[in-house]
Structure formats: C-alpha cells, structure tokens
C-alpha cells in the first residue's frame, strides 16, 4: 500500500502537514524542517550529518601529500647530514678500527 503525501503528517510535528521526504532518511517533513541542499531538500538530521565530518576537497589532497613529501625529504636530508658530519669529525684511526 503506497502512502501518498497528501496524507502523511512532519515526523518531528505531528500537527502539520508534510511537504517533503527527506530522500536520505525516508521520512516525511513540514516546510520548517527541511532544508535545500546541493538540488535536493534534506531534513536537519541528515544535513547536519552529512556535514558533520568535513574532509579536504579532492583538489587539495596533492597539496598534503606533496606537503608530506617535502618535509619527509627535509627531515632525511638533516639525518644524513647529521651523520655525515659526525663521521666526518671522527679521528682517521677510528674508521679503520686501529689505536695508534
């Protein structure tokens, strides 16, 4: 039996009429409490869900990763120059392994 709008009543109020179904959650909401959103009327629920976890635009994820490999790059170039330089002041008898 398909329930038509005409006849269903807001899931958060009871006394008035619905205008719109929330095509997230399936329910039935008065004008008061939904929301357009990107073309297509949500409730305040779902909105406010879908919306809750904002992540970064796909358009800056290669800034973060590029970000990531430039300081992964500048924190190997400090350790091998660190090494370096303490080899580079150790005595001539030490790499060879001999006390003279």
């Known amino acids: ?8 009543r807001c ?8 205008v719109s179904r929330c095509p997230e959650c399936r329910r039935f909401y008065c004008r ?3 929301t357009e959103h990107d073309g ?3 409730c305040v629920q779902c909105l406010s869900a879908r919306t809750a976890a ?5 358009g800056t994820r290669w800034l973060l ?8 790059l500048a924190v190997a170039f400090v350790w091998f120059y660190t090494v370096g330089y303490v080899l580079q002041q150790a005595p001539p008898a030490w790499s060879r392994g001999v006390d003279e």
């Open 1 to 8: 039996m398909t329930e038509t709008l005409a006849r269903q």
């Open 11 to 18: 899931w958060a109020h009871a006394q008035r009429e619905a």
């Open 32 to 34: 008061e409490c939904v």
């Open 40 to 42: 297509r009327l949500l």
């Open 54 to 58: 904002p992540t970064a635009p796909a």
């Open 65 to 72: 990763w590029a970000a990531a490999a430039v300081v992964g």
